[in-house]
């Protein structure tokens, strides 16, 4: 694999370490765990990331189950699908949204976390925070877009008003001569 190769597609979960001859591809990270610190091209897209409450492993129990839906066999029949609960809030988290359960921990790891994070801080949670900047979002964008259609309408009404003075103006004019 080239060293451009590791800049177009970088793997999230691969450390590129520099030594004097150039990029090497080190070492494969173990499974990023809430506890651990994440490098800074790690943490680079997930700008948020921090602010969650963190997870203990400890209070977490995983399983492995029969996934399910779509698929067919790839998915029915292997164990890829993660149930993960967090003991002491009693929160259970089921992720089957890909095929491969490396992939299927973290985003349940994540899902989890976020969801902890709603039921110890409520409505200071990060996630509530986010729906409400986004609704808020929303409503300025239908403010902004009902204002333009009044302006719109406003501007109908002035144009067909001065298009109409100017007909009154031809017939008047065609009547004097």
Same mark, same amino acid.
């Given at each position: 694999?080239? !060293?451009?190769?590791? &800049?177009? &597609?970088?793997?999230p979960?691969?450390?590129? =370490?520099?030594?004097?001859?150039?990029?090497?591809? =080190?070492?494969?990270?173990?499974?990023?765990?809430?506890? !651990?610190?994440?490098?800074?091209?790690?943490?680079?897209?997930?700008?948020?990331?921090?602010?969650?409450?963190?997870?203990?492993e400890?209070?977490?129990?995983?399983? &492995?189950?029969?996934g399910?839906?779509p698929?067919?066999?790839?998915?029915?029949? !292997?164990?890829?699908?993660?149930?993960?609960?967090?003991?002491?809030?009693?929160?259970?988290?089921?992720?089957?949204?890909?095929?491969?359960?490396?992939?299927?921990r973290?985003?349940?790891?994540?899902?989890?976390?976020?969801?902890?994070?709603? &039921?110890?801080?409520?409505?200071?949670?990060?996630?509530?925070?986010?729906?409400?900047?986004?609704?808020?979002?929303?409503?300025?964008?239908?403010?902004?877009?009902?204002?333009?259609?009044?302006?719109?309408?406003?501007?109908?009404?002035?144009?067909?008003?001065?298009?109409?003075?100017?007909?009154?103006?031809?017939?008047? !004019?065609?009547?004097?001569?």
């Open positions: 694999m080239s !060293t451009l190769g590791l &800049f177009r &597609f970088p793997a979960l691969t450390r590129v =370490c520099l030594v004097p001859w150039g990029l090497r591809l =080190c070492e494969k990270l173990p499974l990023l765990s809430p506890g !651990t610190m994440a490098t800074p091209v790690q943490a680079a897209g997930k700008k948020d990331c921090p602010k969650l409450l963190s997870l203990n400890h209070e977490l129990e995983e399983q &492995f189950v029969k399910h839906g698929g067919g066999q790839a998915t029915n029949k !292997t164990s890829n699908c993660v149930v993960l609960r967090h003991v002491p809030s009693g929160i259970v988290v089921k992720c089957h949204q890909t095929r491969s359960v490396d992939q299927n973290k985003l349940a790891r994540r899902i989890l976390q976020e969801k902890v994070d709603v &039921f110890y801080k409520g409505e200071n949670s990060l996630v509530c925070r986010e729906k409400r900047e986004a609704e808020k979002r929303k409503q300025e964008r239908k403010k902004r877009a009902k204002e333009t259609l009044e302006k719109k309408k406003l501007l109908k009404e002035q144009w067909e008003s001065s298009k109409s003075a100017q007909r009154g103006l031809q017939v008047l !004019t065609e009547r004097t001569c």
